[in-house]
């Protein structure tokens, strides 16, 4: 009863409005060093609860609608970012169960085995294995959940707005300082990538290489993110249009000059992470997204709400 309750107090807080939800992974099992990430029970019970409170569109659907002003009552769309594995392994059976539309985001310099920087770190600070870790002159203790979190925080927070050459070359020093061999891929290589599509979901672009868009010269970005799109469109023989920004904070992460190369590269929509929803008059190169972390069904829901009146 709560929950149409909510539905029926959504109907009239969201015309006109549409919610996009980021997610990166859904994890098998609970991933000590990955709390926020949500298991597949968690991600089945909250594509259950959209598929019969909600109206789940897929992004072109949206889109569509927000440019006729015909968007339906609790419209939300559902996106991943970065391109992992269990995107295909784990979300995509739960999105079919619940006849669910997704986009995912590629970032395509990680379709060939290589894992992402922060995952290097964070499964090098989760070895259980390892009781310590060295970076340069620093040296972490390993000897409990929290204090192998706060040091992949750490590493994690000093590394990521370097240049993204340096940044990869700091990850290699550590792992070199370590002796640490790399660990199991997490990405999906080009053949899952293909597999995803054909399971219908769209796929959207991340760049190459996931680097902080406005950290690197206007050339490199426009390589970044031309290159990225060229490479899905030729493995997926159909055009890729849309687009995700990388930490996807405006002016912060990205800025307007990032905005007219998406354009430029023929993009019909680009995703930030900034919170809020999307309307006829949103630019459609900046549509905002949240991330509905609660592991409560109610909670959830609600959250969703409160979105609607940011």
Request: glycine share 4%; aromatic share 10%; with cysteine.
């Amino acid at each position: 009863m709560l929950h149409w309750l909510l539905q029926q107090s959504g109907r009239l807080l969201s015309r006109g409005k549409l919610s996009i939800l980021i997610y990166h992974q859904v994890l098998a099992e609970f991933d000590p060093m990955r709390p926020t990430e949500p298991t597949a029970a968690v991600f089945d019970w909250q594509m259950q609860l959209l598929a019969r409170y909600f109206t789940p569109l897929s992004l072109d659907q949206a889109l569509q609608h927000l440019a006729d002003n015909s968007l339906p009552a609790n419209a939300v769309c559902v996106t991943f970012d970065d391109g992992y594995l269990n995107n295909l392994t784990v979300a995509a059976p739960i999105l079919a169960k619940y006849q669910i539309p997704a986009t995912v985001y590629i970032a395509t310099a990680f379709s060939t085995g290589t894992n992402m920087w922060n995952d290097r770190i964070i499964d090098l600070c989760g070895d259980t294995k390892r009781d310590t870790l060295q970076y340069n002159a620093e040296r972490f203790t390993l000897s409990d959940r929290a204090n192998r979190i706060s040091a992949a925080e750490k590493l994690l927070k000093a590394l990521k707005y370097l240049p993204i050459e340096q940044r990869l070359a700091e990850v290699d020093v550590l792992y070199q300082q370590n002796q640490a061999s790399e660990y199991q891929p997490r990405m999906m290589n080009a053949n899952q990538i293909k597999q995803l599509a054909d399971a219908g979901i769209s796929i959207g672009a991340h760049t190459r290489q996931h680097p902080i868009l406005k950290s690197i010269p206007a050339a490199e970005q426009q390589q970044q993110i031309e290159q990225s799109k060229a490479w899905l469109e030729q493995l997926l023989a159909s055009p890729v249009q849309h687009f995700a920004y990388p930490n996807g904070v405006e002016g912060r992460d990205f800025d307007d000059t990032t905005v007219n190369l998406v354009q430029q590269a023929g993009f019909l929509s680009a995703v930030v992470t900034d919170w809020g929803y999307n309307t006829a008059s949103s630019p459609r190169l900046k549509l905002k997204r949240f991330t509905p972390w609660d592991r409560q069904p109610v909670k959830f829901q609600l959250r969703l709400l409160k979105n609607l009146l940011s």
